[in-house]
């Protein structure tokens, strides 16, 4: 993982971090533990109790400012008075909430019948934004597993919740779908694990080229699905995916 830069000056105490923004103070927490912040990582680990609240008010303001520079009267516009609060809101609570907020609670139980045929789970529906437009991206995502006798086994919903916390970040879908199988491959532990997605990109539809047909879809196979064929090729043929 690539390395933060080292941090621009050193406080000599509590009340100097106190003092600075919310979101300095997160900040600098990440710079000095030599910690990556990109628009996909989770940083949730470096956010204290409360801030939270704060780092929402301080974005608010920030866009209070960007709808200003847009040349809208906030002031006399009634539908744009709280649009800066709103949009705050929606992307620390919302939208971005895989960014601040640590992994989901997950009970993980032992394979006592050492299950060790297909599994599929799916379609699970994906949200997320592309971080070079902030543009909504929308789809599917299709999980298989080929679990072995020390795998993990976790409940079906927690698949939905642990692919929320991961595409509810700003990225691009060929990183988000790497991050995904890295999370159920230390969760679960299986001989295989197989994921796909298929999305719907607005900064294609809703701007550039503006094609709304286009759909972009990507995978990831790992282990049994790498090396067998034959069992790669079951798992693509009972996914109900559109066809064109």
Same mark, same amino acid.
């Given at each position: 993982?690539?390395?933060?830069?080292?941090?621009?000056?050193?406080?000599?105490?509590?009340? /100097?971090?106190?003092?600075?923004?919310?979101?300095?103070?997160? @900040?600098?927490?990440?710079?000095?533990?030599?910690?990556?912040?990109?628009?996909?990582?989770?940083?949730?680990?470096?956010?204290? /109790?409360?801030?939270?609240?704060?780092?929402?008010?301080?974005?608010?303001?920030?866009?209070?400012?960007?709808?200003?520079?847009?040349?809208?009267?906030?002031?006399?516009?009634?539908?744009?008075?709280?649009?800066?609060?709103? +949009?705050?809101?929606?992307?620390?609570? /919302?939208?971005?909430?895989?960014?601040?907020?640590?992994?989901?609670?997950?009970?993980?139980?032992?394979?006592?019948? @050492?299950?060790?045929?297909?599994?599929?789970?799916?379609?699970?529906?994906?949200?997320?934004?592309?971080?070079?437009?902030?543009?909504?991206?929308?789809?599917? +995502?299709?999980?298989?597993?080929?679990?072995?006798?020390?795998?993990?086994?976790?409940?079906?919903?927690?698949?939905?919740?642990?692919?929320?916390?991961?595409?509810?970040?700003?990225?691009?879908?060929?990183?988000?779908?790497?991050?995904?199988?890295?999370?159920?491959?230390?969760?679960?532990?299986?001989?295989?694990?197989?994921?796909?997605?298929?999305?719907?990109?607005?900064?294609?539809?809703? @701007?550039?080229?503006?094609?709304?047909?286009?759909?972009?879809?990507?995978?990831?196979?790992?282990?049994?699905?790498?090396?067998?064929?034959?069992?790669?090729?079951?798992?693509?043929?009972?996914?109900?995916?559109?066809?064109?």
């Amino acid at each position: 993982m690539p390395k933060a830069a080292a941090p621009p000056t050193l406080l000599r105490s509590e009340d /100097e971090l106190a003092a600075l923004p919310v979101s300095e103070r997160i @900040r600098w927490r990440l710079v000095s533990a030599n910690r990556r912040y990109h628009a996909n990582d989770n940083i949730a680990d470096f956010v204290h /109790e409360g801030e939270l609240a704060e780092l929402k008010a301080e974005v608010q303001a920030k866009l209070q400012e960007v709808l200003r520079a847009l040349v809208i009267d906030t002031d006399s516009d009634h539908n744009t008075q709280e649009t800066a609060k709103r +949009v705050a809101k929606m992307y620390v609570e /919302e939208v971005f909430r895989g960014r601040y907020h640590p992994m989901p609670s997950v009970t993980e139980f032992p394979n006592a019948e @050492r299950l060790n045929e297909l599994m599929i789970v799916g379609p699970i529906t994906v949200r997320s934004a592309c971080s070079h437009h902030l543009c909504p991206i929308f789809g599917k +995502v299709w999980i298989g597993l080929l679990p072995n006798e020390h795998s993990n086994l976790i409940g079906l919903s927690k698949y939905a919740r642990i692919t929320d916390w991961v595409m509810s970040r700003p990225q691009i879908q060929e990183e988000a779908v790497t991050m995904l199988a890295n999370e159920l491959q230390e969760r679960v532990r299986p001989d295989g694990l197989a994921i796909v997605m298929e999305a719907d990109h607005f900064c294609m539809h809703w @701007r550039g080229v503006k094609d709304t047909e286009t759909a972009m879809v990507n995978s990831v196979m790992r282990g049994a699905f790498l090396k067998d064929a034959n069992l790669r090729r079951e798992f693509l043929s009972l996914l109900p995916r559109k066809q064109g």
